[in-house]
């Protein structure tokens, strides 16, 4: 689905952003930028990675992270790798296969070029492009795979900034 355009984005302005929407599925996908920006608003309705990592239960955040799928992707790590940068909070590399450039609030993203890649040749008929951006642990809402994230910016100026 090609939900949007660059030179859309482009000429937004932040507050434009943060109230963009666009036909969504509702799970297993992106989510709209409006829609990740109210969940960072409601903060109890998602977990990030760095809420799983101030938990006291290593199991579910090496569970999350991919512990035990060893194999399971072709030339694709397990997750598990990250855990001491999401600890600290530093910032983690994301990345999006897509048919425009850029990363929007609300992306399905995954912290594995490899794994974009597999998704960029798998699911995105035609051409597509990798986008990449850092971001932090508190920024990546867990999905169901270990390689598969929502984007949920700190705040909305961060996310126009890295759009740019």
Do not use: C
């Amino acid at each position: 689905m090609n939900w949007y355009k660059k030179s859309q984005i482009e000429k937004m302005t932040p507050e434009e952003l943060r109230e963009y929407e666009f036909d969504a599925a509702e799970w297993g996908h992106s989510i709209t930028p409006k829609n990740a920006f109210d969940k960072r608003e409601n903060e109890d309705e998602f977990e990030t990675l760095a809420d799983i990592a101030s938990y006291n239960d290593t199991w579910r955040l090496n569970n999350i992270l991919g512990k035990g799928w060893e194999g399971h992707w072709e030339n694709v790590r397990p997750s598990t790798y990250l855990i001491p940068a999401i600890k600290q909070g530093q910032p983690i590399t994301i990345y999006r296969a897509g048919n425009q450039q850029g990363i929007l609030p609300g992306a399905y993203v995954t912290e594995s070029k490899e794994y974009a890649i597999f998704h960029g040749e798998t699911s995105i008929p035609g051409d597509y492009v990798i986008s990449s951006i850092q971001v932090y642990p508190d920024e990546l809402m867990t999905y169901d795979d270990p390689h598969e994230f929502i984007y949920i910016p700190r705040n909305l100026q961060t996310a126009y900034e890295r759009l740019k």
